[in-house]
């Protein structure tokens, strides 16, 4: 996924970041968990709320990037859901046992959760959207990629191989899932909280066809809250609260209001107006907020990176040429003067503070290091050997950019960098709107592009296998076969030993990097204005970047 968005101060789906989720530099959702408000003109339990961007889909099975999966989290529940802590909490499922080989799931559902338009949500509606996800006919991206490797026969149903019915789920009767896995998957729980793994009403989905998830009036909630005011082109739109969700007398909010704004700068003077309850802060604005009460610093689990596309560009597919280009911008200006918003250079695909080792002591990027870091001479170096194996003594590359003001400023900069520090390298920044940027991605229709991803649960697979060979989100071409063969073994048969799986990942970071597949620059965090009348919004470490849940107004 959002994965992620993300995705900011920075305007920056992920996914997340997907969330949970792969990114998109155009994103401004984002907060603390923290005890935050509304403002003064805002209704009674209604917080109103900007993003910088318009949602992409509302459908579970097509979602990829932050903002879907931020609302399908808020209008949708799946068997567990994160709780004030981001640890998987009931949901539609009361309860679970696990096999003795780790490979059987029963989940045990509630009788008293209810569709939106009263239908009861039983075991048949996550079978038939998780059949759906794998379907090749539905075309989803996600859905082989969360559940390849995991669900039993996932992977052969996506690649045309198997009948959907042999995907490894089955409702036993109407309130019992039984899941089958590949192997055996510790995190599992974690994963059901994702936005792949949403129920969906089949009679509902199949009723509206073509039309699914474009509006507001053909989407389903079974959640806290329900999309109001909606279609894919909206630049405004309501959650309101769900009166059949089965916890509704948990959710205090009555109403959130969403509108697109782009400019930091007109955010936040819809901020001081009053007129909405938080504002994401470009750089320029947090050296002028800093000292601001409501002035707020949120660390994110998000790392952005250049992503060099090795199949539209032969430049791109030369080794030494993408190390040059790894190495030759300054990122702690850009994180110190750009973003401003306390952000720190990342030199690693893993994000600081997100695991440790299995023996506890230490961080998983304290032990793995520093693997590309800014370093003009050696890139000067790089770049020769390049241009001498490609026989050229200049390049021309295309950067696809979003249309934010700060993504413009950052990819400005990123752009000025690169050409100032390589010589004979021209670069044409082309800047699209978010939604049409995914699309460029996912055909492969670029030559660089910083892009970011959020955790979609917690262990380092979740990163690590973004880059296999052919991979649901390797949308760059890059391969390596001891790359694919360690980052495997940690679902297969290291499986159930940490400490060995830990050391793959160790090794296939480093091997990442060795390649120059991705150019690390920076992990997120986010600078805002928080009214101090918002109670109760939290941030997850994956998945949905907020919750709502359990949100007030004071």
């Given amino acids: 996924m959002k994965k992620w968005s993300l995705l900011v101060a920075l305007g920056i789906v992920l996914s997340v970041f997907l969330a949970a989720c792969g990114g998109d530099d155009n994103s401004t959702e984002g907060s603390k968990s923290k005890d935050s408000g509304t403002s003064e003109s805002s209704g009674d339990n209604t917080l109103n ?19 879907s999966f931020q609302f399908l989290g808020s209008t949708m529940e799946g068997l567990y859901r994160l709780d004030k802590n981001g640890e998987p909490t009931e949901g539609i499922a009361k309860e679970h046992k696990v096999s003795d080989d780790g490979l059987t799931w029963t989940f ?62 089955t409702a036993k009767d109407d309130y019992t899932l039984v899941v089958e896995l590949e192997n055996p998957t510790p995190y599992f729980e974690s994963l059901t909280t994702f936005g792949t793994f949403l129920p969906l009403n089949e009679k509902f989905v199949e009723e509206q066809g073509d039309k699914y998830a474009t509006s507001s009036e053909t989407v389903l909630s079974n959640g806290p809250f329900v999309l109001k005011n909606w279609t894919s082109t909206s630049s405004s739109w309501d959650l309101e609260k769900n009166e059949s969700y089965w916890d509704a007398d948990t959710v205090q909010l009555d109403k959130l209001t ?20 938080r504002a994401d802060l470009s750089s320029d604005l947090v050296d002028q907020y800093a000292t601001h009460e409501d002035y707020n610093v949120s660390p994110e689990m998000s790392v952005w990176y250049l992503k060099f596309n090795e199949t539209r560009n032969e430049a791109l597919a030369n080794t030494n040429i993408r190390a040059a280009l790894s190495r030759a911008f300054d990122k702690q200006s850009l994180v110190d003067v750009i973003l401003n918003n306390g952000s720190v250079v990342a030199n690693g695909l893993i994000p600081e503070n997100f695991v440790q080792m299995p023996e506890g002591e230490k961080d998983f ?64 920044l082309k800047q699209v709107p978010g939604e049409q940027r995914l699309d460029l991605d996912t055909k492969m229709d670029y030559d660089i592009q910083l892009s970011g991803w959020g955790p979609d649960y917690l262990d380092p697979y979740t990163y690590m296998s973004l880059w296999v060979t052919d991979g649901g989100n390797n949308k760059m071409g890059y391969s390596n076969k001891e790359y694919d063969k360690l980052v495997e073994e940690t679902t297969t048969e290291l499986a159930t030993n940490n400490t060995a799986r830990y050391e793959n990942f160790l090794e296939a970071e480093k091997i990442l990097f060795e390649d120059a597949a991705i150019a690390p620059v920076y992990q997120r965090a986010k600078a805002q204005l928080v009214s101090p009348k918002m109670h109760g919004v939290y941030m997850n470490a994956f998945g949905p970047t907020y919750e709502y849940k359990w949100a007030s107004v004071e």
């Fill in 49 to 67: 709320l900007l993003q910088s961007g318009t949602i992409s889909t509302m459908d579970s099975s097509m979602a990829t990037d932050e903002f």
């Fill in 108 to 169: 045990t559902l509630r009788e008293d959760a209810k569709w939106e338009n009263g239908d009861p949500v039983t075991a048949n509606d996550f079978v038939y959207a998780w059949q759906r996800a794998v379907n090749p006919e539905t075309g989803s991206e996600y859905g082989p990629y969360m559940m390849s490797g995991v669900i039993k026969n996932a992977e052969a149903v996506s690649s045309g191989d198997a009948a959907v019915d042999e995907l490894g789920v």
């Fill in 365 to 428: 990027r304290e032990v793995s290091g520093d693997h590309i870091t800014y370093d003009p001479e050696a890139a000067k170096e790089y770049w020769k050997k390049g241009l001498k194996e490609l026989g050229k003594d200049s390049i021309e590359l295309e950067f696809l950019s979003g249309d934010t003001e700060t993504a413009k400023t950052m990819n400005e900069y990123l752009v000025n960098q690169l050409e100032s520090n390589l010589d004979g390298l021209k670069i044409n």
């Fill in 258 to 277: 969403y509108e697109v704004v782009k400019d930091p700068q007109t955010a936040v003077d819809l901020y001081e107006k009053g007129t909405v309850d």
